[in-house]
């Protein structure tokens, strides 16, 4: 940490700064120029606030100089993580890699058919809501049990391996036996609770960032799931929210590539919920993946007029296979490729 | 519903809109302009996604016009709610309420030392976190039910009632024996499950503002837990995410009267959270109340430069003292008194 | 400046940033940690850009230790900025400044009945605007050197102030002889040509806060004009631009106490412009006295339904006239006063 | 205009709106629904503001049904803009223009030594700044009219077009023996004067989206220019102020996208300030063409670590070169090419 003092600084305010520094465990190196004094604090004391140190008398400012996440950082693991899925799916490799479905698992016929669909375009995992966290009480709330357990058979049927939202603590236990990785909402980025549950699971996880989080704090996220011991985590980009409302979020795409440079796991991109509106998702699509995305996570309906959910940002089956025909093409383009 | 059709709209767009909103339950009134026709959807179907329709063929636009909320409206309940705590305490009547205290359960001595002060101050509420929230794995995660005790005990003691915040249903049943009121954290606000359960509680709760949520979803949030049963709900404004960085979040002050003004709850204000900087909490909470607030909810420490968390936010104990001492010649220009 | 340079930083990284430093005219003491090495740059080089220095090899990142404005900063004159004009109106002292009327002059009977009513309600100023800015090239734009003109004839009519917004520099001479405070607003505030301008003319400027401006790049327009020799500026917070939509901007209340203890300008703020929305400008407006505005600009208008501009947010003439008495109880709690 | 009444609207309330939309020349029809009554509002009235109606009393909501800018809109020219330069260039149709070059022109061997490295690696146009805008008064502001002379000379010399910002209506016929190309810069894009004079000049601009800017008003702005006869207008995604501050700015990608089905225009990306961050450039550049994007305008420097504004986000030469070449593999992916 550095600890910048003001100019009118007094010899008090600067020893009550040193005391504090102290007491945390840093030892501080002390630059007194003609104007200002600036306190350097090094070594490792475990955890500080660096607003506490903005607000004392006599502070121009204060920085925390190393990143608050140790797990998550890309030095931790300067190679990157690739995730390898029972059916041999490299996660995080050269491949690109594809997860498409419906928002909600709404019937044995729908989620099978959106499993050929998926299958036939190219996909390698099946994603489909079984547990709906919705804004309003009085929308459809998933099939629950029963709609995992649909997963299950329709991805053993077609050979794709099943991704699906994860709420609760309780329902970890519940979905074991029945999916290939868990998926965190952008809503539960920070139920910091869940995440330590999910650090101890012997299954990946794909952890989307929250609606209005910062790179940082999806890393600090990140780190818990890590240091419970499980690695295998993919993050994934979302949209956040903005002024603008054309679209339902503002994608950030640049969050792919800074994504990739600070962390050492795999980062995926959801054009789907990225802006909400069918159309726009295949160029984004392919944006994300020209910007050095891992892979898509997108929402497909076999009927999107008649979906009980995101109907109006599910592809079309067609949609979907024109454009993953696109990504085999684009893919070389940035030293990747798509199965 | 309203859709607006294109004014290049084909009669066959016009009529797949129309059987589309017939299928969902609505009685659709058709005006035919010489450039553009209009839909009117009339009677009450169930839920129903706008979203649906604003990218169908030919469709211009398509509004809600009804509010997705029901009984957080304040047409359900025009006079608006008042609840009353055991010990006579009333929040949303005529009285400012004040719940103030340190961000963490630290000790016995602490939260002691805290409760005297906030008592003294003349707050009606011990606040105090036992379970915390913490973006890093590596901070202080609070004391738990030794932490509950304690609040119950020192509230016993000094005559407050206590709020502590819960983070998932298994501290519900916990915490039951020990608090007044169940605090529902920003990022919580649309952890639906947890909301559910909270609505078939007979204790009141207070539910803060996502630190990115509309007015809109914050009522939806409070929808869920009113549809379970329970009413004695107080909503909180604590400051949202914005691209200005110089304070902690932007405290929206004018939700204080929007929410007033749509919704029948009770409406507080938390400047500690809302701004993140000691210095400015009292200037925000006078103006909470004088936009409207029922009531204001604040960090305090008896020693901030020491605490375990958030101590930039937390007044000096005199602090509080002098700002109540403020706020109880500001309420009655706003028509109100502080106890 | 700081630069904190990374762990596995090497010594000709480190050498690099020195000679950059150096070339800037910084003095460099250096800290050499266990794992990272710091770099303080003392002295008084010209200008530089700290971003720079974030993208060099081996960098972890560089901080900027004091405010890059020096004329806007609160130590520049403690004690305060007061403006007094030649009617012996002053602001920035004791007493809160009114300054309302409509949003542009649409003719004579409208202007002298507006001024009549904002003078009866208690203001020290007129607001109204001659030359519009508006998103839509079809909207109206505003009655120009004739609009000047009214006003001017109707402030002398009631005894009135006149404050009109400059849009361009060759307004400003036009203008001159017709106003008492220029207004610079929300959309020129980084119109750096015209901001220069008005630091060379000898009337009173009233700035706006740019609709997504930090504060930090108020204080920064701030300077343009200061440093051109007008002192007597005035700062405007009037909504910034967020994610919600229910109120036309977000108020951003804080920026008004922190304006305050970062600069010695006087600070007003604009609930009109704020929020958008006619009954919530009282409480906003309150709540900006609250937490220590210096003055308030709110638009009123004789007949807001037939308002040509900004009807929607403009005052009945009676609530102005409910809401400064109001303020004038409210005034003295925070030590101030309404004339 | 729809205007949706609320439930308890009493038939006082919907006669007055029924009136005030007939003053504004609409014809009204009316639903009247079992709980609420529909007022649409048909014809072809002036100007109008839906914010008046949103306020009235009884109004639950009011919407606006076609878009208020007519000239700027798809329909109006459904194949798309194609805008032809002097040398035969052509912006908006098969090729993907680039335009790259010095955020300032800095000396006649700086531009020089650019304008052959952007020749060299593909570009069409050469970019840097003759007039500065910069948010501190003591940055450097540009070379002025000896810069554009630079440009025009160094421009004939490598047979590049020329590109620089115009910041007021003062600059225009100053520049307009030495460019071909105006640029309106993210502060001026609400410049409405400024806009105006553009539209009588017969030389194309290229006009960069305000850093809050909401696509609604990017196209009312491109409408003030088109209005006045100029419709050689090309529009650019340049990145907007969100609460990350990692990057400089939130580079929106899917702007890309809804622009070019909302607008006949031709659209461009600006990479370099959507980031801010060098080493970021390539893979949004990659990106915003993936997304389809009809060009890209790009900060490159000979010697970046000495620029004297934006050297942060300016390309190394063989970084540009590298990355027109990948360019060249993408752009057929989606049907264009790189000349």
Redesign the interface.
């Known amino acids: 940490m550095?600890v910048?003092m003001q100019?009118?600084a007094t010899e008090e305010h600067i020893q009550h700064v040193i005391e504090?520094m102290v007491e945390l465990g840093f030892?501080v190196?002390r630059?007194t120029?003609?104007?200002?004094t600036?306190l350097?604090g090094?070594?490792?004391p475990?955890?500080f606030?660096v607003?506490?140190f903005?607000?004392?008398s006599g502070v121009?400012?204060a920085?925390r100089?190393?990143s608050?996440?140790k797990l998550a950082g890309r030095?931790f693991r300067p190679e990157g993580t690739t995730i390898t899925f029972p059916n041999g799916v490299v996660v995080g490799g050269e491949q690109i890699t594809i997860m498409a479905g419906p928002c909600s698992v709404e019937s044995r016929e729908q989620i099978l058919l959106s499993a050929k669909q998926v299958k036939a375009a190219g996909a390698q995992f099946l994603r489909g809501g079984a547990f709906k966290?919705?804004?309003?009480?009085?929308?459809?709330q998933g099939m629950g049990l029963e709609g995992l357990k649909l997963l299950r058979e329709v991805g053993d049927e077609t050979g794709l391996l099943v991704i699906t939202e994860v709420?609760?603590?309780?329902q970890i236990e519940l979905m074991l036996p029945y999916i290939d990785c868990f998926q965190v909402g952008a809503?539960?980025m920070?139920?910091?609770?869940?995440l330590?549950e999910l650090g101890h699971v012997r299954k990946p996880v794909l952890m989307k960032r929250g609606?209005?989080a910062?790179?940082?704090?999806v890393l600090?996220?990140a780190?818990?799931i890590l240091?419970g011991g499980n690695y295998d985590l993919i993050l994934c980009e979302r949209g956040?929210?903005?002024?603008?409302?054309?679209?339902?979020n503002?994608?950030?795409?640049?969050?792919?590539?800074?994504l990739k440079?600070l962390t050492h796991l795999p980062v995926m991109g959801d054009p789907s919920h990225?802006?909400?509106?069918?159309?726009?998702v295949p160029?984004?699509a392919?944006?994300?993946?020209?910007?050095?995305a891992d892979g898509l996570l997108m929402e497909m309906h076999p009927n999107p007029?008649k979906?009980m959910?995101?109907?109006?940002?599910s592809l079309y089956p067609e949609q979907l296979e024109k454009l993953i025909a696109?990504l085999r093409?684009?893919a070389?383009?940035?030293g990747r490729s798509v199965a």
């Open positions: 550095i910048a100019d009118k504090r030892n190196h630059t120029g003609a104007t200002q600036i350097a090094v070594g490792t475990g955890h606030d607003a506490e903005k607000v004392l121009y400012d920085y100089i190393s608050p996440y030095s966290p919705r804004s309003s009480p009085y929308s459809f709420m609760e603590i309780s809503r539960n920070q139920n910091f609770n869940l330590r609606i209005s910062t790179i940082e704090e600090l996220s780190e818990y240091s956040i929210r903005t002024y603008e409302t054309y679209t339902r503002t994608m950030d795409i640049s969050a792919i590539p800074v440079k990225g802006v909400g509106i069918r159309d726009l160029p984004m392919l944006a994300s993946v020209a910007a050095g007029d979906a959910s995101d109907g109006a940002q696109k093409l684009l070389p383009v940035v």
